[in-house]
């Protein structure tokens, strides 16, 4: 499988070119275009279902494979304007926030794990879906996404915490006294804990309904 990203960083655009008889699992509605030579199946399984139920995702998946004895590509989008980025994953997984998986290679195991209240009272929700085996996945942001390793503590806005290490402990607090917090407009902050890989994407949702909402 080869890939490509355009159209970074505010439209980024995700190009896959499978050979033949290789597959993608992708999110439902990320398909932009497909050659013709490609075949989508959607699945449904009892771990989707959870995710559905518990992890604010999409209980289907779509899968797409290469039925031609040519070369042919797939194009994904995410419907954030952002950047989409590539992880490889390993046995020892990473966690993502709903709406930020977009596909990934057949092998990648999507599922789900408990987030802690702490993620619950940040805005984040009580379960975050867990991607682990050995692949490529392909996740999608809200503005640009910066990596980085946590140098054991470090701290996030809520809203912008994309991906983490799995072992990464969170924990939620006002960002200085509650008074200044509220005062600042800054609020609650996530308190991240470990030396982990994390993703942040630069803009958030809520940053942008704050904005909007008095113009409407």
């Keep these: 499988m080869d890939y490509t990203i355009k159209f970074k960083p505010a439209f980024a655009t995700l190009f896959v070119t499978l050979q033949p008889g290789e597959a993608i699992v992708a999110e439902p509605g990320a398909m932009v275009s497909m050659d013709a030579g490609v075949t989508m199946t959607t699945m449904i399984t009892w771990k989707s279902l959870l995710l559905g139920l518990l992890g604010g995702e999409s209980i289907f998946f779509n ?14 989008s995410t419907a954030n304007l952002g ?20 596909a990934c290679t057949p092998a990648v195991e999507v599922g789900l794990q408990w987030a802690g209240w702490a993620s ?19 996740l999608g942001c809200f503005g640009g996404v910066l990596e980085r390793v946590i140098p054991g503590v470090f701290v996030v806005d809520t809203g912008h915490l994309v991906a983490y290490d799995p072992d990464t402990k969170i924990k939620i607090r006002w960002a200085g006294s509650w008074i200044g917090s509220l005062k600042s407009g800054e609020g609650l902050v996530m308190e991240l804990i470990g030396r982990g890989k994390i993703y942040l994407q630069s803009r958030s949702e809520d940053g942008l309904v704050r904005f909007l909402r008095p113009k409407l």
């Design 63 to 76: 899968v797409f494979k290469n039925t031609a004895r040519l070369p042919q590509t797939i194009v994904f």
């Design 83 to 102: 950047d989409i980025v590539c992880v490889d994953i390993d046995n020892r997984g990473l966690c993502v926030q709903a709406g930020g998986f977009i």
């Design 120 to 138: 619950f009272f940040g805005g984040e929700g009580l379960f975050r879906l867990r991607l682990r085996g050995r692949g490529k996945a392909f």
